[in-house]
């Protein structure tokens, strides 16, 4: 490292720090800032302007760094209440399929007891049928044993009047 090498530092402090106020303290000032080794003197103007500023870029820093917690702080809440938000979600489609399966469930078994009770229905009526015939049947016999017996005395009335003759 010659002489030349300390020639950039130079340059920078008669720049006035790129006129930006305070920009003393973002860098060391006892080194230069690509090869870290001790750069020249400072004058004596820019190492005042550094230590008036500090306080203001400490009390911006502390700002910044607030501002960064609370809205690392707001992200964190925000995306706490996105998950309780899925997992609400996630609990009501649950829910939402547990009410659906229990329905579905209970049309099934209204359909099964629909069908048994279509089924009674049928053998109910073939058996009202069965009994309305048997009944036919039976008034049918029953009128025909009255008539063979209302001619039945009569045949006997004849018999007696054809022997008697």
Same mark, same amino acid.
């Given at each position: 490292?010659?002489?030349? *090498? @300390?020639?950039?530092?130079?340059?920078?402090?008669?720049?006035?720090? @790129?006129?930006? %106020?305070?920009?003393?303290?973002?860098? $060391?000032?006892?080194?230069?800032?690509?090869?870290?080794?001790?750069?020249?003197?400072?004058?004596?103007?820019?190492?005042?302007?550094?230590?008036? $500023?500090?306080?203001?870029?400490?009390?911006?820093?502390?700002?910044?760094?607030?501002?960064?917690? =609370? /809205?690392?702080?707001?992200?964190?809440? =925000?995306?706490?209440?996105?998950?309780?938000?899925?997992?609400?979600?996630?609990?009501? /489609?649950?829910?939402?399929?547990?009410?659906?399966?229990?329905?579905? &469930?209970?049309?099934?078994?209204?359909?099964?007891?629909?069908?048994?009770?279509?089924?009674?229905?049928?053998?109910?009526?073939?058996?009202?049928?069965?009994?309305?015939?048997?009944?036919?049947?039976?008034?049918?016999?029953? *009128?025909?044993? =009255?008539?063979?017996? $209302?001619?039945?005395?009569?045949?006997?009335?004849? *018999? %007696?009047? &054809?022997?008697?003759?």
């Amino acid at each position: 490292m010659g002489l030349g *090498d @300390y020639s950039h530092c130079r340059q920078r402090m008669s720049r006035g720090l @790129y006129g930006v %106020s305070g920009r003393a303290a973002l860098w $060391s000032p006892a080194f230069h800032p690509m090869h870290r080794i001790p750069c020249g003197t400072w004058r004596i103007e820019a190492q005042e302007q550094a230590r008036a $500023s500090s306080p203001v870029l400490e009390h911006l820093r502390r700002q910044l760094e607030r501002a960064f917690q =609370r /809205a690392a702080a707001r992200g964190r809440a =925000r995306r706490a209440r996105e998950a309780v938000a899925a997992v609400a979600a996630a609990a009501a /489609a649950a829910r939402e399929e547990r009410t659906r399966a229990r329905m579905e &469930c209970a049309l099934a078994r209204l359909r099964a007891e629909l069908l048994e009770l279509r089924l009674q229905n049928h053998q109910l009526a073939r058996t009202l049928l069965d009994l309305n015939m048997k009944m036919q049947q039976l008034k049918k016999q029953q *009128d025909l044993e =009255r008539a063979s017996k $209302s001619q039945s005395p009569e045949d006997d009335a004849m *018999d %007696s009047e &054809c022997g008697n003759a």
